[in-house]
């Protein structure tokens, strides 16, 4: 018994100096981005595989915690952060939706890329997996009230290639990036916004 003992520990003690591993290098990839700027493309798919919706678009991010998210094909909506709330606005529905940021911390990805990358261990349990041309981090979120049950974030060398939300009912979400630009000066007044005059507005 003893000896079981001692090697169950001695595994999850090697697990834990893993995951802590995986955590100061993506923390350290992270930091390196100042800022982001990107085109995406975003295929959500059931657990069987099948595609439910394709949208592309353009991102921005910029530390601490401003981001933009703008779906252009096949609608148009708009994801703002700047830094105190997120705003979601949906040009066709008319609709502006706005919560605190705090509320977002775990259902945003595009807050990890934003935000303070020191505390994204404290959210969430960190691996590693390598391949011949990419390093892939597994994110699992340590709440388990979160909407999404893993994060796959990948990166090419130092830049930011791809990520992968799954959620408990195994539906997944594909998320690419091309035309990645790092570090460039993004002004600050592209994360403000103030909703139209006709448009519903949606506290919560």
């Given amino acids: 018994m003893r000896i079981l003992t001692f090697i169950t520990l001695a595994t999850l003690s090697g697990l834990t100096m893993a995951d802590e591993a995986a ?9 390196k981005t100042a800022s982001m700027s990107a ?5 959500t798919l059931d657990p069987k595989g099948k595609s439910l919706q394709k949208i592309e678009g353009i991102m921005q991010v ?3 915690n401003l981001f933009r998210w703008d779906t252009t094909k096949p609608f148009q909506q708009h994801i703002i952060a700047n830094g105190d709330v997120v705003w979601v606005y949906d040009p066709e529905l008319q609709q502006a939706t706005k919560q605190k940021l705090d509320k977002q911390v775990a259902n945003t990805p595009a807050l ?13 349990n960190i691996s590693e997996e ?20 893993s994060l796959r ?11 992968q939300l799954k959620d408990s009912l195994g539906q997944k979400t594909d998320i ?13 007044s ?7 005059k006709d448009v519903d507005v949606i506290d919560e």
């Avoid at 592209?190 to 139209?196: A, E, K, V």
Wanted: charge should be positive; proline fraction near 5%.
């Fill in 153 to 163: 974030v990948t990166f090419n060398g130092s830049t930011l290639n791809s990520m």
């Fill in 62 to 64: 910029k530390r601490p």
């Fill in 39 to 43: 085109h995406f493309e975003q295929n």
């Fill in 23 to 31: 955590s100061k290098k993506l923390n350290a990839l992270l930091e």
């Fill in 176 to 188: 690419f990036f091309s035309k990645v630009q790092v570090n460039g000066k993004i002004a600050s």
């Fill in 130 to 149: 390598k391949s011949a041309n990419a390093t892939t981090f597994v994110l699992k979120p340590k709440d388990k009230e979160t909407v999404f049950e």
């Fill in 112 to 124: 990890l890329l934003s935000g303070d990358s020191k505390k994204i261990a404290t959210s969430f």
């Fill in 190 to 196: 592209l994360f403000q916004f103030t909703p139209p």
